[in-house]
Every structure is written in C-alpha cells, then in structure tokens.
C-alpha cells in the first residue's frame, strides 16, 4: 500500500501552485514543507514578494543604462538588496525586449 495522498487547502506551493504539500520538518523555529509535486522545499510562514518579469527587466535596463542601483530602488519602489541580486543573477545573461 502506498501513501494516502495530502492535499492541504489551506497552504500551496509558491513555486507551482499545487496544494499537495507534506511537512517536512523545521528550521530555525519555522514549519518547512515539500511540495510532492515539484519537489521544492518552502517555509510556510515566509512572505513570498514576486515581482513581475517586467519590473525586473526594467530595472536591469535602468542599470544598464546608468543609474545606480539605490536611484533604480527607490524609483521602482523595491528594496536595494533586490535590485542587487537582479543585476547579479541576471545582469550577465542577455535581455530580450
């Protein structure tokens, strides 16, 4: 007999939506899940802030065009540390328009 299939109504994975999410131990304090169908890992307490792929490229082309990463922060309205990962995650790799 395999397992019982859980489906939780009440917290989905932020990667692929789906609610069949199991508990698979703490860290630091906080509940972990795995979803069973992507197979990644969340906190469920963590506050998940997506920005749109459009507001990412729009800073990357501010960037790229000059501005510093603090102007681009405060005039998309998106933490420092944000845009700094942007350049560096996707700076090097080619922008479409």
């Known amino acids: 007999m395999g397992r019982k299939p859980v489906i939780r109504r009440d ?3 932020p990667s692929c939506g789906s609610h069949h999410v199991v508990k698979s131990g703490k860290s ?3 509940q972990k899940y ?3 169908d992507c197979g990644k890992y969340f906190l469920g307490d963590a506050s998940y802030y997506h920005h749109s792929r459009k507001l990412r490229e729009e800073a990357l082309k501010m960037y790229a065009n ?4 603090r102007a681009v922060s405060r005039v998309l309205n998106v933490p420092l540390g944000t845009v700094f990962t942007w ?3 996707y700076g ?3 922008m479409r328009s």
């Open 66 to 69: 000059g501005m510093s990463m």
């Open 11 to 13: 917290i989905s994975c």
């Open 28 to 30: 630091a304090g906080r």
């Open 34 to 36: 795995l979803c069973r």
């Open 92 to 94: 090097g790799k080619g």
């Open 87 to 89: 350049i560096k995650r």
